[in-house]
């Protein structure tokens, strides 16, 4: 692959003329192309943002006529990962048409229902609200972005004289209004007006640039967001320090991740107060330059100005009032601290909300913040899942981004506050948000099984990940545990799960999981003790290493990680589950097993001692008692299964067969059987039970426990 070197600096060309040349006459393919480079660079567009089309004659299936075709990305596609099946496709006369029974900006609404009959791809995606911005300019490919370069412009007080000097008249103005069937419009009367213009800047909102050929497109949109972000650069610091200067010195890295540590699981706990959110960290040297600064007091409240921000970020953040350095290891006093500052966001969201609001408006959203800025530590987002509390993060970059280019060049201007809420509460926003699939059973939920990466600890993890929770995957052998990760990246996705070494033994190691888990999602809410190993030796065989070993792993092991796991918890105050992994040989006394079964035993009695301390606090404590669960499970290496079929008289090979014959339904015990039974208790049904002890061994009458 050969591509081509460009004398950009602020942008990636990622051109390939032998990639494209291979897609050469498919306009569509080269519009998908064209968008996944430009979706490629978050320097051009945020994630999910902004749109590309393309226009082309297609058989009208109906008559068998030429007809033109716009094709566009679809209702909430992402143009870094858009296929054929993302786009919308129209005929663009009837679009056109609708100009026809267009009745004006109160009756937007209603235009976005006509477009379906405009349809031509019967199998395409629905059309999105930005579909006429794109359907009335007569280009056949177009890019419409959102670069943080660009906006800081089109945010700035001065920006449509910027943008008229800039360009020397060659980029058009519109003035900020509501994307919709009137903004399409008011974009051709700007080309009308401006014939030979090479895009359109949207006021506080972003870019149209065009080509009449994808490659075209692609190099015109560069070179335009190139020239306003090589002029933002030549004017930092030029009339005043950025952000006004520095306000405050950062912490070191370790210091600031030290913080942030012992601060999410409380930030967490106040921003779930009506539904369990997801945490994300970021100490990224944009944010730290913005947060550190003089001017952070006067912008933060101001909000963003692009719509797409505001959207992932809610109008404004909230500032804590902390210092970088501040002692916060006592979680009762941190509460008291932040309380009072959570209590006046709620408000003041409750205010916007309620002035704002119109009879018609949807009901009150969660009125907790989604972005938090710490000075001299950083910024945490809460959502509803990992991977939309991340890119509220990068929303948020994009946003400061904004603010420091437009105070660089003039004055940083965000949209009125009405404005924002007909965006934020808008009906066909609001429908959106109807459509999508209800949660999952452990949606916002963040589990930690340890010895995951085989056996029953990973058969665990992938049900809860199916089920909405992020998972937090570790084991001893590093090996394995990058191959479970890597199976679950391709699986869920890199939102979904983290890696990290453990040894249950380990304090220092139970530390550095619990803090990667606080870091990455912003707390814990399910613990499964499931690491274990297993020893089948008689009495006289057992050396006193074996016993340790046994009681350190089982019984030591699940004390330490419960003990972590439950300061996270109270902490968070949103309860949560333990769940134990123990054994039928708790119960039973069988041969061969004196360190094995009476440590499991231990563990099932330390499990009722937990659960009658901890119910106070919400954390329920239940006990999953497997039996000869033999598949992908570590237990049966290091000799357990030899000496299993040694103390029953049997071979290593018919242990299968035995342990089902042996249970009253005459069935082997899965991994995936395991994981079901953690999930009975995790998933809802059960919210009001702890104590318990579910067996899963097919039925053996001897563990039975009543």
């Known amino acids: 692959m050969s591509i081509h070197t460009t004398s950009f600096r602020h942008v990636s060309y990622l051109w390939d003329e032998e990639k494209a040349a291979e897609l050469a006459g498919d306009e569509i393919a080269l519009l998908i192309y064209r968008s996944n480079l430009l979706g490629a660079d978050l320097r051009l567009t945020n994630y999910g943002g902004g749109n590309t089309s393309c226009k082309t004659m297609d058989k009208d299936p109906l008559t068998g ?4 075709v716009m094709w566009i ?4 596609g992402d143009i870094g990962t858009l296929k054929k099946s993302g786009l919308a496709a129209l005929y663009l006369d009837r679009l056109r048409n ?5 009745r004006g900006p109160a009756f937007e609404d209603e ?3 006509l477009f379906n009959h405009c349809i031509f791809d019967l199998q395409s995606k629905a059309p999105s609200i930005d579909t006429p911005l794109h359907g009335f300019l007569p280009f056949k490919h177009i890019d419409h972005l959102h670069p943080d370069a660009a906006i800081a412009i089109a945010a700035a007080k001065d920006g449509k004289q910027i943008t008229q000097q800039l360009f020397n008249g060659s980029i058009g103005w519109v003035d900020w209004q509501r994307p919709g069937f009137d903004l399409g419009l008011k974009l051709k009367e700007c080309l009308d007006a401006n014939p030979g ?4 800047m949207l006021g506080s909102h972003g870019l149209f640039t065009w080509g009449d050929t994808a490659y075209e497109s692609y190099r015109n949109t560069l070179e335009v967001i190139e020239i306003c972000a090589d002029y933002l650069e030549k004017n930092y610091g030029k009339k005043a320090p950025v952000f006004g200067g520095e306000k405050l010195k950062s912490q070191d890295p370790w210091e600031r991740k030290k913080q942030a540590t012992l601060l999410a699981p409380v930030l967490r706990g106040f921003c779930s107060s009506q539904t369990h959110m997801i945490g994300h960290f970021t100490d990224d040297k944009r944010v730290l330059e913005y947060i550190n600064s003089k001017d952070l007091e006067r912008l933060a409240p101001m909000g963003t100005s692009c719509p797409d921000h505001f959207l992932r970020t809610k109008i404004s953040p909230l500032v804590l009032d902390l210092t970088p350095g501040e002692d916060l290891s006592d979680p009762v006093a941190l509460k008291a601290r932040l309380a009072p500052a959570f209590e006046a966001y709620r408000n003041l969201y409750s205010e916007y909300y309620h002035t704002c609001k119109k009879e018609n408006s949807p009901p009150m959203r969660d009125a907790n913040p989604v972005v938090i800025l710490y000075p001299g530590v950083g910024m945490f987002t809460f959502a509803k899942d990992k991977q939309t509390a991340r890119v509220a993060a990068e929303f948020y970059i994009n946003a400061i981004q904004v603010m420091k280019g437009a105070e660089a060049i003039s004055e940083y201007t965000a949209l009125p506050r009405q404005e924002a809420f007909d965006i934020e509460y808008w009906l066909l926003e609001e429908a959106k948000l109807q459509r999508m699939p209800r949660p999952k059973a452990l949606s916002g939920r963040i589990a930690l099984i340890t010895g995951s990466a085989g056996g029953i600890g990973k058969a665990i ?3 809860f990940a199916e089920e909405g929770a992020v998972v937090v995957l570790n084991d001893m052998n590093a090996a394995r545990l990058e191959a479970a990760g890597e199976e679950f990246r391709k699986q869920f996705g890199k939102d979904a799960s983290i890696t990290i070494e453990l040894d249950v033994t380990n304090p220092d190691q139970i530390h550095h999981a619990f803090a990667s888990a606080i870091l990455a999602f912003g707390g814990v809410d399910i613990l499964v003790n499931n690491a274990g190993l297993s020893i089948s030796k008689t009495m006289g065989g057992h050396t006193e290493k074996d016993w340790d070993l046994l009681y350190d792993v089982l019984v030591k092991g699940q004390f330490l990680v419960t003990q972590a796991a439950t300061a996270i918890m109270k902490k968070q105050e949103m309860g949560g589950d333990i769940i134990n992994i123990v054994s039928k040989n708790a119960l039973v006394s069988g041969p061969n097993n004196a360190g094995y079964g009476s440590a499991k035993a231990a563990q099932l009695h330390l499990s009722r001692l937990n659960a009658a301390e901890l119910g106070a606090d919400k954390i329920r404590v239940n006990v999953v008692n497997p039996d000869a669960v033999i598949s992908d499970s570590n237990i049966w290496a290091g000799g357990w299964a030899e000496g299993r079929a040694k103390a029953y008289g049997i071979t290593v090979e018919e242990l299968p067969a035995y342990y089902a014959k042996r249970t009253l339904l005459n069935e ?14 995790t998933g809802g049904l059960l919210n009001k039970s702890t104590g318990n002890v579910l067996n899963v061994d097919g039925g053996v009458p001897a563990a039975f426990v009543r």
């Open 461 to 463: 993890a992938r049900k």
């Open 65 to 68: 006529k030429p007809a033109e």
């Open 668 to 681: 082997m015990i899965l991994p995936e059987d395991i994981a079901n039974a953690c999930f009975a208790f």
């Open 98 to 102: 609708l100009k026809q029974v267009y």
């Open 111 to 113: 235009m976005v229902e």
């Open 73 to 76: 990305k679809g209702s909430g």
């Open 197 to 200: 213009i090479r895009g359109i």
